[in-house]
């Protein structure tokens, strides 16, 4: 029973363009949201996170975005570059544990 | 800082064997996080350690799997015996505080024949 889910397994963007990484979760308990990118033989690396008091986060090229009621989450990327090509996780918790539930990752793939 | 450590990166063993495999956490971290990644599931929370003691080893597939932290700089996590199903990314990660962000090892990618 998958609690946080990347339904795109993989997703392919011309570079200066916008890259929309999508995420669902299924318990209202999460309250504390995140993003993980992770290269081909490294371990991932934090990107971004929000909180459930806000809707929006943003931090240069990238942007979270909350939907509460809709258990939905987005990660916006603009513009894309060659370099962002990576798997992105997403997770979820609940804030004060130490507890993150991640998704399955979705394979962002920047052309030139 | 070096970051988490793990080794080996690689390891290729055949059914029924003893893996450990092994981490060093970041110095003065006090949690850490042994992960699985599988395509199909994706990232798994096996084991949290606080202060050296495991607090919730409920993601622990079974009791083939064991892992231990003897002391703050070291941790490792066992299969005996391995099977075909437990090829796999394992990563460790360490955070400074119970909440915080997770440091993540490069990981060690399992081949069990």
């Known amino acids: 029973d998958q609690q946080v889910k990347q339904n795109s397994p993989s997703l392919s963007v011309q570079e200066g363009r916008i890259s929309i990484l999508n995420c669902d979760y299924t318990n209202s308990m999460f309250d504390y949201f995140l993003w993980y990118k992770k290269y081909p033989a490294e371990g991932p690396t934090f990107l971004i996170s929000?909180?459930?008091?806000?809707d929006k986060n943003e931090d240069g090229r990238f942007t979270v975005f909350l939907n509460k009621s809709a258990k939905h989450l987005s990660l916006h990327i603009v513009p894309s570059q060659p370099g962002d090509s990576a798997v992105y996780f997403c997770a979820a918790s609940v804030s004060g544990t130490y507890k993150y539930i991640f998704g399955t990752g979705t394979r962002l793939k920047v052309l030139a | 800082d070096a970051g988490v450590i793990q080794s080996p990166r690689h390891e290729v063993t055949e059914m029924g064997q003893e893996v450990t495999l092994r981490c060093k956490p970041i110095?003065?971290?006090?949690?850490l996080f042994w992960y699985r990644q599988t395509m199909m599931r994706g990232l798994e929370l096996l084991i949290y350690?606080?202060?050296?003691?495991?607090?919730?080893d409920s993601g622990m597939p079974e009791d083939r799997f064991s892992a231990k932290m003897p002391n703050a700089s070291f941790s490792t996590l066992k299969i005996q015996p391995s099977e075909p199903r437990d090829s796999a990314v394992y990563f460790c990660?360490?955070?400074?505080?119970?909440?915080?962000?997770?440091?993540f090892g490069p990981g060690t990618r399992l081949t069990v024949l």
């Open positions: 990660a360490s955070s400074p505080v119970t909440k915080g962000e997770q440091f």
């Open positions: 350690f606080n202060n050296n003691v495991p607090i919730d």
């Open positions: 110095s003065g971290h006090n949690s």
């Open positions: 929000i909180s459930s008091i806000k």
